[in-house]
């Protein structure tokens, strides 16, 4: 069946850290990867995707992210954190259309 | 671009009425719609998917009378939820791609939610 997977339900960082999320997929086939953030009470905002070629990819409001095949990986980086990013970060695959999300991970930002 | 406008964004409604949410795509046209509901701090679980002109193809365990979805155009869908219970109390949140490429289909753009409160 196909998963996606975050394996921490909530992270806590300081402003000015450096953030890494982690999300794992499970997949016959390497799946379109997304992340997504939400904020409280609102809809979901896309901020980046991986569809192929470079394994790097580059996303809004300074966020990036690595596809790493051989770790079924796709975690999501950030070099500095700032107070704005604390919300819910969501990891999704997706093949002919559909997404499938992971449980999602709680951003907590300490000032 | 690609903005998905929903509404209402809150709603409060008596047990056993009927309540209507809208998804609008405002500059793009949505091939296919998607209909999710959240419940409290829970990953988003798919309802249904629709696209324009055909019926919606509804996910295991999702009642097709109760929530009622209309693609009637590539601008606009609607989920109706019928005679709403507390327990369909939840948030909502539809989502749209474009047609066209794999690329397009596979991105989805999403509504800021429906708050569905069910008294």
């Known amino acids: 069946a196909q998963s996606v997977t975050q394996p921490d339900i909530h992270i806590t960082v300081s402003e000015g850290a450096s953030l890494e999320l982690r999300c794992n997929y499970s997949?016959?086939?390497?799946?379109?990867l997304f992340w997504y953030v939400q904020s409280p009470g609102q809809g979901l905002q896309l901020l980046l995707k991986?569809?192929?070629?470079?394994?790097l990819v580059q996303g809004i409001k300074g966020f990036e992210a690595e596809f790493k095949r051989s770790q079924s990986s796709f975690n999501l980086r950030k070099p500095s954190v700032h107070w704005s990013d604390a919300a819910e970060y969501f990891c999704?695959?997706?093949?002919?259309?559909?997404?499938?999300f992971g449980t999602g991970t709680r951003l907590q930002v300490m000032l | 671009g690609a903005v998905v406008s929903q509404h209402p964004s809150r709603v409060i409604c008596k047990s056993g009425t009927s309540v209507k949410i809208e998804c609008r795509s405002l500059?793009?046209?949505?091939?296919?719609m998607f209909w999710y509901r959240q419940f409290p701090k829970q990953s988003l679980m798919l309802m249904a998917t629709s696209n324009e002109g055909s019926k919606a193809t509804y996910e295991q365990g999702v009642e097709k009378d109760k929530f009622l979805i209309n693609h009637a155009s590539l601008t606009l869908s609607t989920l109706t939820v019928t005679s709403a219970h507390p327990e369909d109390s939840s948030f909502y949140i539809c989502?749209?791609?474009?047609?066209?490429?794999?690329?397009?289909?596979?991105?989805?753009?999403f509504g800021a939610g429906t708050r569905l409160s069910v008294l």
């Open positions: 991986y569809f192929s070629g470079d394994t």
């Open positions: 999704a695959g997706g093949l002919v259309g559909k997404l499938t």
């Open positions: 997949y016959g086939a390497t799946p379109y």
């Open positions: 989502s749209a791609s474009q047609g066209g490429g794999t690329l397009a289909k596979n991105i989805q753009y």
């Open positions: 500059d793009f046209q949505a091939t296919t």
